[in-house]
């Protein structure tokens, strides 16, 4: 039986895109390829609904995902050259705007007869409970080395409550968004590996004259990316080190939104 059912399209592993760099330094931000993916990966989110208020808490999570199979490790040249997760291929929840969390838990479906498990469905609790109000939930399936699918039926994003029905204005899903996915300390980075840079962008597209996400590395290394897609981050030197995406409109200032500047800590070893 073969594990991936569609034929994956061909890509070279670097990409010719244009990125602006605004400081010189050491570090080198170097765009990639998309790795391939399957056409027939469809990712559904059955808990919680949009719009639902929620009494109980923590909040349960239940999602389906067809064609792709999590826990194993996603083959390919890529994988080779970055750092791989222990628990394979995962699938990404953020709440709010927190870093996300990996998750392969045991699916609620059982194998057919002739052990085939790509169509399951999955059920969690959050792991903290959330405060009264408004919250989202966004996810996207990734593969071991922490990129993210980017195809049409592949990432949800919905608003639910707890507690109360109180909006926020800027947890807005109908307005272009960022959702920060790597780097981060899920992964342990390496020294010897390039670092990925990956993000997943809503209702809106990265031009040379339009939207575009600025990258500022400890405060000082700056790039404007003007196209999505996956980056290398190399030269990043053992230690702490700072990761800041912030989305951008064609005059360079910050798109207003709740996930439109996002920071996060990581570690190179």
Same mark, same amino acid.
């Given at each position: ?20 760099? &605004? %400081? ?11 790795? +391939?993916?399957?056409?027939?990966? !469809? ?11 929620? @009494? %109980?808490?923590?909040?349960? !999570? ?8 999590? @826990? ?7 994988? *080779? &050259? ?10 990404? !929840?953020?709440?709010?705007?927190? +870093?996300?969390?990996?998750?392969? *838990?045991?699916?609620? *479906?059982?194998?057919?007869? &002739? ?50 029905? %109180?909006?926020? +204005? ?23 590996? +390039? ?24 405060? #000082? ?31 360079? #200032? ?16």
């Amino acid at each position: 039986m073969t594990l991936f059912p569609a034929l994956f399209a061909a890509f070279s592993l670097f990409a010719a895109q244009p990125v602006t760099v &605004e %400081s010189d330094d050491s570090i080198q931000i170097i765009p990639v390829a998309r790795a +391939p993916e399957s056409s027939t990966v !469809v990712l559904a989110l059955a808990i919680p609904q949009q719009g639902k208020v929620y @009494g %109980s808490n923590p909040v349960w !999570v239940q999602f389906r995902i067809d064609g792709y199979a999590l @826990g194993m490790n996603t083959p390919g040249t890529r994988a *080779d &050259e970055l750092v791989q997760s222990e628990m394979g291929q995962t699938l990404h !929840v953020i709440v709010d705007n927190e +870093p996300y969390l990996a998750v392969k *838990d045991n699916a609620i *479906d059982p194998f057919n007869e &002739e052990g085939y498990y790509y169509d399951t469905s999955y059920k969690f609790k959050l792991p903290y409970r959330l405060k009264e109000g408004m919250h989202t939930v966004r996810m996207f399936p990734a593969r071991s080395f922490g990129e993210s699918l980017k195809g049409e039926n592949t990432y949800q994003a919905i608003t639910f409550y707890v507690g109360s029905k %109180s909006d926020r +204005p800027d947890m807005d899903l109908k307005k272009p968004y960022l959702t920060y996915n790597e780097p981060t300390n899920q992964l342990y980075l390496t020294e010897s590996k +390039p670092v990925l840079l990956d993000f997943y962008l809503s209702n809106c597209e990265l031009s040379s004259d339009g939207y575009k996400v600025r990258l500022t590395i400890d405060g #000082k290394v700056k790039r404007t990316l003007s196209s999505w897609q996956p980056y290398y981050i190399r030269g990043l030197e053992a230690g702490s080190h700072t990761v800041r995406l912030q989305l951008i409109d064609r005059s360079g #200032k910050q798109v207003p939104g709740a996930f439109n500047d996002v920071e996060r800590n990581i570690r190179v070893h």
